[in-house]
């Protein structure tokens, strides 16, 4: 296994403003960052995201490009994986808020999964 995989959030949306779940129209959205997490995460060590050039990011880019990462791994994981060292207080504060919102949604799914058990 490597070492570190690097990923320049700018570099790789080519925008200073992120937004968007999914890339419909060709231009990149937080599915290709989920993409880019998931395919590497077997590969590295540590995942590094940097956020130089980012002036603002959109929840539902957030949730996709990161909090879908909870769907397969576990907050733990996420945690020792993943890497944000340029992160400033509002990416830091958007993080945590995308983070939050994705394991109520995963906690919420499961809660009707095992209420519909029983049926």
Known sequence: M???FKINLFNVMQTSTPSGRTTED???AGDTILNLI???WDKYEK???Y???IAQMTR?????AFGKVLDKHSLDEFN???HFPDANDQV????????????KIIKAAKEREESTDGF
Request: with cysteine; hydrophobic share 45%; aromatic share 6%.
């Open 47 to 49: 995942i590094i995201v």
């Open 92 to 103: 830091v504060k958007a993080l945590n808020g995308a983070i939050k919102l994705r394991m």
């Open 51 to 53: 956020f130089e050039g």
């Open 38 to 40: 998931c395919d590497n």
């Open 2 to 4: 490597e070492s570190e």
């Open 26 to 28: 060709g231009s990149p």
């Open 80 to 82: 020792a994986k993943l």
């Open 60 to 64: 539902p880019f957030l949730d996709e």
